[in-house]
């Protein structure tokens, strides 16, 4: 068996640095403007004269993708349980969940027991399943499977570096009038997902300083109070981008 990279390394080598610059954004910077409404002045260097801010308000029926990558191993079978199959209990053995012991979506699969906020939001119709999501011709390559999931490409091929990613493609298909704003990545690069050959997601840098809500300078403590002015009051995300417009 071959060597293989940790997770850290695959998301190393599939991924751009954030930029740091002064140019750049920092997390805090950004936690300002969209809080607090700053107009051009405030922002500086970092995105002025760029006309970024200037997305539309929100609708009511339109919604924000947050996508959460949780790297290291999940145990897919026993997330989402196949029911009734003798299969499934013949390979899991006494890691197999009896149908008694599990949280049934119907369609003869299950939730983990231990996932009762998710059964709850899936009772609401807030939660879509999607199996199958595998691809053909496996190299049992945890660096491939991470390529292949971060490029969305059913075509793509095994050891080939693709050049963009199921986002950055939404992304690039917005054009030239998109705000820069369109996507934003909380972490110190920007995964291959998150990037097109036009367009890119903006990166936040989560190494940029003092964790938002920590510190209680003055100034900060009026950030949060607008923060949560925003929860209160049915603010959209374009608010601050309605003051620079």
Do not use: C
């Amino acid at each position: 068996m071959r060597n293989e990279l940790e997770f850290e390394d695959i998301q190393a080598a599939l991924a751009a640095p954030v930029d740091n610059s002064p140019a750049g954004l920092s997390r805090r910077r950004f936690l300002q403007m969209s809080a607090a409404g700053l107009g051009i002045a405030a922002i500086g260097p970092t995105l002025g004269g760029r006309g970024v801010m200037a997305g539309p308000r929100l609708a009511h029926d339109e919604g924000v993708l947050v996508v959460v990558q949780m790297g290291g191993g999940n145990d897919g079978v026993n997330t989402l349980v196949p029911i009734g199959q003798s299969r499934y209990s013949a390979l899991r053995g006494n890691l197999a969940f009896a149908a008694d012991e599990v949280l049934h979506l119907g369609g003869g699969v299950a939730l983990h027991p231990s996932l009762k906020g998710l059964k709850t939001r899936w009772d609401k119709g807030q939660v879509a399943v999607i199996q199958g999501i595998g691809y053909a011709d496996s190299t049992l390559s945890h660096f491939d499977s991470m390529a292949f999931w971060m490029n969305g490409r059913a075509d793509a091929v095994p050891g080939q570096r693709a050049n963009d990613g199921w986002l950055g493609r939404w992304l690039d298909g917005l054009g030239s009038g998109r705000s820069e704003l369109e996507a934003v990545v909380f972490d110190s690069s920007i995964p291959l997902h998150f990037r097109g050959r036009q367009a890119s997601a903006i990166g936040l840098s989560a190494d940029g300083g003092t964790d938002f809500g920590v510190d209680d300078d003055p100034n900060d403590l009026r950030m949060y109070d607008a923060v949560r002015q925003m929860a209160t009051g049915g603010a959209a995300v374009s608010q601050w981008g309605q003051a620079v417009a």
